[in-house]
């Protein structure tokens, strides 16, 4: 099994920050990869951003050069920086963590509120 907590979320205004993070614990594979998605009321869940064990990441075109995934040196924590933040990026953002051999694990979620 594995859990993932995530945090950081909040209110902010357009064209501001946040950054938020993703601890993964429990049987943890060293190749993995993890994901950020995000779910905005009414719609579909939506693959933001991955990153894989070799740090090879991927965006959504809404996001890219804007948003930034990382994995901290412990390597079973992963970051979302969020820049120039706009209305539309309002969602839950949920963390998910997967490999071959284990399937999908979700986060609980974490809000992330823009003003315009």
């Known amino acids: 099994q594995v859990q993932l907590v995530e945090s950081g979320g909040g209110l902010v205004q357009a064209g501001g920050s946040l950054r938020l993070s993703c601890a993964a614990s429990?049987?943890?594979?060293?190749?993995?990869?993890m994901r950020w998605y995000r779910q905005a009321p009414g719609k579909q869940r939506e693959l933001v951003a991955a990153?894989?064990?070799?740090?090879?990441?991927n965006y959504a075109d809404s996001v890219k050069g804007r948003f930034t995934i990382s994995r901290g040196s412990a390597r079973n924590t992963v970051y979302l920086q969020m820049n120039s933040l706009k209305p539309e990026d309002t969602a839950v953002y949920y963390c998910?963590?997967?490999?071959?051999?284990?399937?999908?694990?979700w986060g609980q979620g974490t809000q992330v509120t823009v003003s315009s």
């Open positions: 998910n963590y997967g490999t071959p051999w284990t399937g999908d694990y």
């Open positions: 990153i894989n064990s070799g740090d090879v990441t």
């Open positions: 429990g049987s943890i594979f060293s190749i993995n990869t």
